[in-house]
């Protein structure tokens, strides 16, 4: 494709985003492409660049628009984003150019545009604070509350583009087998700091068409990721529940450590994750997981009351910790979805916590942020059920830096992961239990 093209490919697929707005970008973007076989891999990559880094800016960007007294559309920011980049005007006008999936000549409004913007900086001190920091406005106190003096600095490397993480599959291989495998293929990873199957390499990168990968040795994981599963604890003689399973990318985890044995049930509400998740499993080689389908009225929960040594819940959240992969959630998100995910996360919860054997622990986890999905859910929890309490993980996986915690966050500032929270919590010793032990007390 030409440079042209390109722009007019950029431009056609933020329309797409804009027409579908509560559907995820990287889910339009998948469709869009589907639907252009002709757009090869370079040009794909070239064209999501140009999307993503609009999206990173898009408050800033719109700001300079209205500005400038011009409308804000997907054609309009191309243009600003251009400018503010500081690309000459005839290099740009040269971009808009006329013919097949060209985008089609600069109109007289966009070319004031570009001569208003000539020498500017996106940022702006006129700037409010929520649209310099690329925030919805009703978000940008609730962060305040999260991160107080370090919001800038956090929210910087939530901007930037994230690095491409692998989960090493010790049931097949090991980390510099794995990373070695890579290489041959011309995929130069590095082993990630925190966690101990971790791979990581910058950019996206063709890691689905390796054989590492074909052949089940490599999953797509966020180190952050790796390490809610590391606090887990697993072991091999367990029953463990993975309450909110998704398409399986913690239940491998656990599969892994527990080197394939024990029992492992993956829930979720989603047919069509779970059955995403078979595909994954065979690949991995995993065997010790069954799936199961929760339904309204299902008597499942109810007869497996107080029977898994460990419970998962890898909560519905907002996702305000993956914001470097999906730069488009920070916007689509409104208070009134963030206000009804706290209460499916507390009755997830309360559900999940029936499953949990006296002296089994529950481990509850999100990849947000907000100290309202984390650390205030957990104190709510556990003054609800005074049965639970916070413990010290005790799991050899965790790196010495996390060893013993409790509870843990992590973010892209401090971590260099995507951000994510875990909090592990044991349900006590019943009191039939503690009798038991008492009757056989010398």
Known sequence: MTPSARLGASIDLLTAMEATPRKPADAVANSFFRERRYIGGGDRRAVSGMVWEIMRAWRRLGWWLTKCGVEITPRSLAVANLALKGWPAREIAALFAEGRFAPGALSYSEQDVVSALAGEKLDNAEMPRAVRLELPDWL????????????????AALSEPATLDLRVNMLRTNRRDAQNALGREGL????????????????????????????????IQDEG???????????????????????????????????????????????????????????AGVHNVERHLLKAGDKWAKRRAKSFDRVLVDAPCSGTGTWRRNPDARLRMTEQDLE?????????????????????????????????????????????????????????ALPESLRGASMFSLTPHRNETDGFFAAVLERKADAETDQKIDATAP
């Not at 499953?355 to 650390?375: D, F, H, I, W």
Request: glycine share 8%; with cysteine; proline share 5%.
């Open 140 to 155: 940008l106190p609730r962060l305040e509350e999260t991160f107080g003096d370090t919001l800038e600095a956090e929210l």
């Open 225 to 283: 990721s790796q390490l809610v599963a590391a606090i887990m604890g697993v072991t091999p003689d367990m029953r463990v529940l993975d309450y909110c399973a998704g398409a399986g990318g913690k239940t491998l985890a656990l599969a892994m450590m527990m080197e394939n044995k024990g029992h492992i049930t993956a829930c979720d509400v989603s047919e069509v994750r779970l059955d995403g998740a078979v595909r994954r499993l065979r690949r």
């Open 340 to 396: 009804e995910l706290l209460v499916k996360q507390s009755e997830i919860l309360d559900r999940a916590s029936s499953l949990v054997k006296p002296g089994g622990r529950m481990v509850y986890a999100t990849c947000s942020v907000l100290q309202a999905e984390n650390a205030n859910q957990v104190e709510a929890f556990l003054s609800r059920h005074p049965d639970f309490e916070r413990v010290p993980s005790d799991s050899s």
């Open 188 to 219: 130069h990873a590095i082993l990630t700091p925190l966690s101990p199957w971790g791979l990581r390499l910058n950019g996206r990168l063709p890691v689905t068409s390796t054989a590492p990968f074909k052949d089940g040795r490599v999953e």
